[in-house]
């Protein structure tokens, strides 16, 4: 099966930086998007990121100018590097991969991460 492993969550101070990592592992022929979401306490999950196969990126308001979503499509990886960290980037971020094609499963299938804690506080 596929599965996504994330790395690099944690505490970090008001205007710093934390990269994080997410890879997919098991047989897999390609992957159209990858990109990341959050869920703060008491919040609905909200698109972070996402980027296609192509390169192509896309932002949620919030993050613009700060963050940067970036893959590695040999590697079947992506990273959300995050820069000018603030209190409310605090949440759980999850690694998503959409128009998965693998053996597994007939047609394309979508497969979420387990998540990773952020925490922005002083």
């Known amino acids: 099966q596929v599965q996504l492993v994330e790395s690099g969550g944690g505490l970090v101070q008001p205007g710093g930086s934390l990269r994080l990592s997410c890879a997919a592992s098991g047989r897999i022929f390609s992957i159209k998007d990858m990109g990341w979401y959050r869920q703060a306490p008491g919040k609905q999950r909200e698109l972070v990121a996402t980027i296609t196969s192509g390169g192509r990126s896309n932002y949620v308001d919030s993050v613009k100018g700060r963050f940067t979503i970036s893959r590695d499509n040999a590697k079947n990886t992506v990273y959300l590097q995050m820069n000018s960290l603030k209190p409310e980037d605090t949440a759980v971020y999850y690694c998503?991969?959409?128009?998965?094609?693998?053996?597994?499963?007939?047609?394309?299938?979508?497969?979420w991460g387990q998540g990773t804690q952020v925490t922005v506080s002083s």
């Open positions: 998503n991969a959409d128009r998965v094609v693998s053996p597994y499963r007939i047609g394309t299938s979508e497969y």
